[in-house]
């Protein structure tokens, strides 16, 4: 059972939970510990419509399995970004789910035992101005599928050859796509020139790839943020989880 509060009411309404059990869950519905190491908000999902995303770096091996295991409790689907191979092994031996483990974004998606895929609300097209830009278009995709919305994806269409750009977009038009998430390095340009073609919101997506200054993705990150394209919003630096997560909230938006 999906632990939000409609839920638990409709339950107790019908008689399938008793208001006893329902007022336990109720007090155990905002936040939850995991050892002496994690103090966990289990009701973002319910509250936010976002799943929980775990940040794996920094965290031990066990850390990530015990905290995914106790989301799993609440949610339906938990995320898990920047996973190392280590991690991603004992989560798909230790978790009882489906665990999808995408090496090149380092993303593993675990969804709870029986907890199918819902229908798809939406969709959100995602380009990549280049390959060495993929793997964090890739964390956006991945937060965008999570989120039950349809992810179209471009990869290697940057403005060094721009003639490989109208075809996809073109695309994207046709399948409905509510907003767009534009992973670029180096000068990254191609959010502006997204953003002046289209007629649905763009989330700019800076990488660190490039050379010598501001090759660590803030040559990127300040053309963007200095962009004349209006209808362009701006995350950080390889953030793919908030600009796939921001874009499938306009896209669910617009689809309603």
């Known amino acids: 059972m999906d632990h939000s509060l409609d839920d638990l009411f409709a339950d107790v309404a019908a008689g399938r939970l008793s208001a006893d059990d329902g007022a336990q869950q109720v007090r155990r519905l905002g936040y939850t510990s995991v050892g002496d190491f994690a103090c966990l908000d289990v009701s973002r999902a ?40 280590e991690q991603a092994a004992a989560l798909e031996a230790g978790v009882d789910g489906a665990v999808e483990h995408d090496p090149r974004s380092r993303v593993v998606v675990v969804r709870r035992a029986g907890a199918a895929p819902r229908e798809e609300r939406g969709a959100v097209g995602v380009l990549a101005a280049g390959t060495s830009d993929v793997a964090v278009a890739s964390e956006a995709v991945a937060m965008i599928r999570a989120m039950d919305v349809a992810a179209l994806t471009a990869f290697d269409v940057g403005v060094a050859g721009l003639h490989r750009l109208s075809g996809p977009l073109e695309e994207m038009r046709a399948a409905g796509a509510g907003a767009l998430v534009v992973a670029a390095g180096m000068e990254g340009a191609l959010p502006s020139v997204v953003a002046g073609l289209v007629a ?11 050379y010598g200054f501001g090759g660590r993705g803030e040559a990127a990150l300040m053309g963007m943020l200095q962009s004349c394209s209006p209808g362009l919003a701006v995350v950080n630096i390889d953030n793919g989880i908030g600009a796939g997560a921001t874009a499938a909230l306009i896209a669910r938006a617009a689809a309603a």
Do not use: M, N, W
Not at 200 to 210: A, E
């Open 46 to 85: 319910a509250r936010k419509g976002v799943p929980e995303v775990i940040y794996a770096e920094g965290k031990t091996v066990e850390q990530v399995v015990a905290i995914t295991r106790r989301f799993l409790e609440h949610d339906p689907v938990v995320l898990c970004s920047r996973v190392s191979d």
């Open 200 to 210: 649905v919101p763009v989330i700019g997506l800076p990488t660190s790839s490039g």
